[in-house]
C-alpha cells in the first residue's frame, strides 16, 4: 500500500465497495436488475431465434463488505456475448461467483418468445408471442435451474354457464409454469401442454370462422382457474421429465372487479 493510501485505493481512486461495513449484517442477494440484453434461444422450427431478453443477476454479499461490484455483472455478460443460453446458465453463473468473490450466485433470464400459429378453421397464420424465462442460482451445495412460461388462455366459468339462460362469462387468464427437468425440452412442447388445460386458445388472427369456433369451444369447455391448474399439474406429473414443478393461474374476471387466483406445486 502506498504512502497515504486507504485500503481500496484503486490507481489513486478510492473502491468504495471494498471499504469495510461495520454493520454485520449480511446480504442474500444484491445485484442489477432489467439489464436488456440480445441474446439467441433453440426454435424448433427455425433453428434459432434471436431475442431482446431482460437479464437480472445477483450474488451474496458477506456483512464485512460495503457493496458489490456492479459493473461486474455487464462485463460477464459481455464476455459470454452470443452465447448466452442454456448451456452456459452454469458457467456464466461460476464466472460471477468467481468475479465478484461469492458463495452464491444468481441470475435469472426473461425473454419473449414467438411461434407461427394458425387459426382453427380457416388456417390463417400470424406470430403468437409467450413470455418465458431461465432462472437459476449456484452455491457451494450445487446448482439449481428451472424454465418457465407464461401462456395466456380462455376460461369460461361453469358456474355461470350452470345458473344462466343465455351465454356465460368468460375471462383471458394468464398461467405461469415453472419447471426443472431432467433432459431437453421444447418450449413449444410446455406451451401446448397449458393451452390444452384451459377452455380455450388465444390467438393473435382470426377470422370470423375461427371467432365462432373458439367461442363455441370455450363455452362447451367450461373450467374454473382451479380447474387450470389441477389439469397442468396433472400433465406435468404424468410426464417423467419434470421432477418438481409450480403452476399459477390468474383469471382476469370480465363481471368482477378482481382476479381470480390459484397456484400449485408438486413433484413427479
Known sequence: MGIGQRPGDVHGMIDVQNLKDHRNIEITKVGVKGIKYPIIVLDRTLGTQAVNAAINMYVNLPHHFKGAHMSRFIEILNEFRGQINIKTFHLILEKTRQKLKAQSAHMEIVFPYFIEKAAPVTGAKSLMEYKCMFCGALNDNGADFQVGIVVPVTTVCPCSKEISNMGAHNQRSMVTVKVRFKKFFWIEDLIRIVEES?????????????????????????????????????????????????????NHESIHNHSAYAYVEGDS
Do not use: C, I, Q, W
Open 198 to 250: 384451459a377452455s380455450g386458445e388465444v390467438y393473435s388472427l382470426l377470422k370470423r370462422p375461427d371467432e365462432k369456433f373458439v367461442t363455441e369451444r370455450a363455452y362447451e369447455n367450461p373450467m374454473f382457474v382451479e380447474d387450470v391448474v389441477r389439469n397442468v399439474a396433472a400433465r406435468l406429473k404424468a410426464h417423467d421429465n419434470f421432477p418438481s414443478y409450480t403452476v399459477e393461474a390468474e
